[in-house]
């Protein structure tokens, strides 16, 4: 019941919104919020530069709502938003992170039981292997992993067909894997011994 | 043993694989060492995934009082949208309008018409009054020549008068009617998958 009214709540916001009124924008940018920046996050790793693609992100949603269409979800049409935005800081930024992978790696090449990484060194390993994905492979996984959207609602999200979606999340994960294989994978089934 | 379902294991894990694939899946998984370790390192990947918690960010509320600065002023994509809209709720008020205007007109020709019948207009008929004035051509001709005579010239000059006089305005008011008719037929259709849509949302939500 609740989950109906805050459809029907969202539908009159869109509506008022494409109207012109800011404060049913604000109201629309207050709901989706934390799952764009989320998004944007986890695409490039950058706080700061998650909150700045965050807030082009909405700006270009404010100029584009005419074009938005109830069938799909806001949600989806923000995150594609999202995703473009992020993809198009990462290039400005000259990706400076995913070589970072690879000096961490080089700091332990025998990894082992006995190198029991910290958590955060941990955390910064994941992390900058998924950043090394590239970029279409990583926004379907962000958008799977970190957003549990099914594959059709990633698929309506950024405009390719379902079969696209599964070759890219078997190939994101399949990199993953192959990158932290010597590293985490070891020291995961270590810890379950 | 069946196939080895490597190429299944991801949509399996997401809960993505339905009807007789799942079943073919969970039947191999049951049975087969290889895919189950592998499916055992994807659920391992998923975990880790999720040691990357999110951060901290503003608040959304400061979030958006940011935004809303750097909004544009105007929305200029939506007013071409207003005016469409506009102009599709003006159609059936056009076509009301169209429709008493050529009433009007036709009512008036009459009226003029009968009056310079009756002689009362003998100056200003010849301008005021379109058609009536101008007498029968055809059938006149046709009647002059010698070809009609009687009660021939008699239907033939009715025809030709009602074709001139009355056609025109029962087809104009039937192409009104007909444009009308279609509008509603295209409103109700945009109605019906309005409410179809919102229903669709409201199932999914």
């Known amino acids: ?193 | 043993m069946s196939k080895h379902v490597t190429d299944w294991l991801n949509a399996y894990l997401d809960g993505e694989l339905h009807g007789s694939q799942l079943h073919h899946a969970e039947a191999h998984l049951a049975e087969c060492q290889v895919c189950e370790a592998e499916l055992r390192s994807l659920e391992r990947l998923s975990s880790l995934l999720h040691e990357i918690s999110a951060p901290e960010f503003t608040s959304p509320e400061r979030f958006a009082a940011q935004v809303n600065l750097r909004l544009p002023r105007q929305q200029t994509a939506i007013s071409g949208k207003k005016i469409l809209e506009i102009g599709w709720w003006m159609v059936p008020v056009g076509l009301l309008g169209v429709w008493i205007f050529i009433g009007t007109a036709f009512v008036l020709s009459d009226i003029l018409s009968a009056a310079n019948n009756f002689g009362l207009l003998s100056g200003i008929s010849n301008w005021l009054s379109f058609g009536s004035s101008n007498g029968i051509y055809l059938s006149s001709t046709l009647g002059q020549a010698g070809l009609l005579s009687g009660n021939s010239l008699n239907w033939a000059e009715a025809t030709e008068t009602f074709t001139r006089m009355s056609l025109p305005q029962i087809s104009l008011q039937i192409s009104i009617a007909l444009l009308y008719l279609s509008w509603i037929a295209i409103w109700w259709a945009r109605h019906t998958r309005h409410q179809r849509q919102q229903h669709g949302q409201l199932l999914e939500g």
Not at chain 1, 19 to 30: K, Q
Not at chain 1, 85 to 92: E, G, S, V
């Open chain 1, 1 to 193: 019941m609740v989950m109906i009214l805050a459809v029907i709540n969202e539908t009159e916001l869109v509506t008022r919104a494409q109207n012109g009124e800011r404060s049913a924008f604000s109201e629309l940018v207050c709901i989706h919020v934390q799952g764009v920046r989320n998004v944007i996050y986890r695409m490039c790793g950058d706080v700061q530069i998650a909150e700045d693609a965050a807030q082009e992100t909405f700006i270009q949603a404010w100029m584009h709502l005419s074009s938005y269409r109830p069938q799909t979800s806001l949600c989806s049409w923000l995150y594609r938003i999202a995703v473009n935005a992020a993809t198009d800081i990462l290039r400005k930024e000259k990706r400076i992170l995913p070589n970072a992978l690879e000096d961490l790696q080089l700091k332990d090449p025998q990894p082992g039981p006995e190198a029991i990484l910290s958590q955060a060194e941990r955390t910064s390993l994941l992390q900058k292997a998924v950043l090394s994905l590239p970029d279409a492979s990583r926004a379907v996984l962000v958008l799977r992993e970190y957003e549990e959207m099914s594959y059709q609602e990633i698929a309506d999200a950024l405009d390719i067909p379902v079969g696209t979606v599964m070759s890219r999340l078997n190939y994101a994960r399949k990199l993953l894997k192959d990158k932290l294989k010597q590293k985490l994978f070891l020291q995961m089934e270590a810890e379950h011994v």
